[in-house]
């Protein structure tokens, strides 16, 4: 029983600073989807069910623009691709949960990724851990994103620099992983790369694109896999 507090404390702690940054992404998230009309139930159901702020963000732009709910999903799908591979690294460590891991599971994204995968290699599994985590991010989620649907069109997330939080939280997640010359040299080469290419071609999603093809091609170059 005090292994177990102690795992729920340290889970709790680790994940505070994290949800912070999530709960200023949220009242973000909720303002916009206020200002583009959605309902306060709309706004924090999707919060609820969908639990993806890159998502979300998206989908709430395209159907503002008209888009259709095809395109909707089909570019959600794609946004969340990289779920599955968080879920094939993260599946060992969650294994003793047994049949809670389909539970778990919907906790999966970049953030508990991060902590859970970095928890299981010095400790071994930990589904505890991994639900203290994901929980706690849920709920700053949540009600971030219930306060930012209410106080709607009073806030201005980029004059308040709240569209900040989702690029620092993954900067604040990527700096503990930069060890050896192949991450780092793949980080600074993302660097240059991405303002490079947005120099040339500003707002270009393929910047995003070829960034994320080009770096890690530098990481393999460094580690003499290429």
Do not use: C
């Not at 959605?38 to 159901?45: E, G, Q």
């Not at 928890?119 to 009600?143: E, K, M, T």
């Amino acid at each position: 029983m005090e292994d177990k507090r102690r795992t729920i404390k340290t889970a709790f702690l680790e994940a505070l600073p994290l949800a912070i940054a999530i709960a200023a992404y949220g009242l973000s998230y909720g303002v916009i989807a206020n200002q583009a009309h959605f309902s306060i139930f709309a706004t924090v159901a999707m919060s609820l069910l969908v639990f993806s702020g890159s998502v979300q963000m998206v989908a709430v732009a395209m159907i503002a623009t008209g888009a259709s709910m095809v395109s909707v999903l089909s570019t959600s799908l794609l946004l969340n691709l990289r779920n599955l591979l968080y879920g094939a690294a993260l599946a060992e460590g969650l294994v003793p949960a047994k049949k809670w891991r389909w539970l778990l599971s919907f906790g999966v994204s970049d953030e508990p990724f991060v902590l859970g995968s970095s928890r299981f290699n010095r400790h071994g599994p930990d589904p505890l851990y991994f639900g203290v985590v994901a929980l706690s991010f849920y709920i700053a989620w949540f009600f971030s994103s219930l306060i930012g649907a209410m106080i709607g069109n009073q806030v201005d997330p980029q004059k308040w620099g709240l569209d900040l939080a989702f690029p620092v939280t993954f900067v604040a997640l990527l700096i503990p992983s930069l060890k050896g010359k192949p991450v780092i040299g793949t980080a600074l080469a993302a660097v240059v790369i991405a303002i490079g290419l947005e120099s040339f071609m500003p707002g270009s999603q393929l910047t995003i694109i070829l960034t994320g093809i080009l770096a890690p091609l530098v990481g393999l170059y460094l580690k003499g896999r290429i």
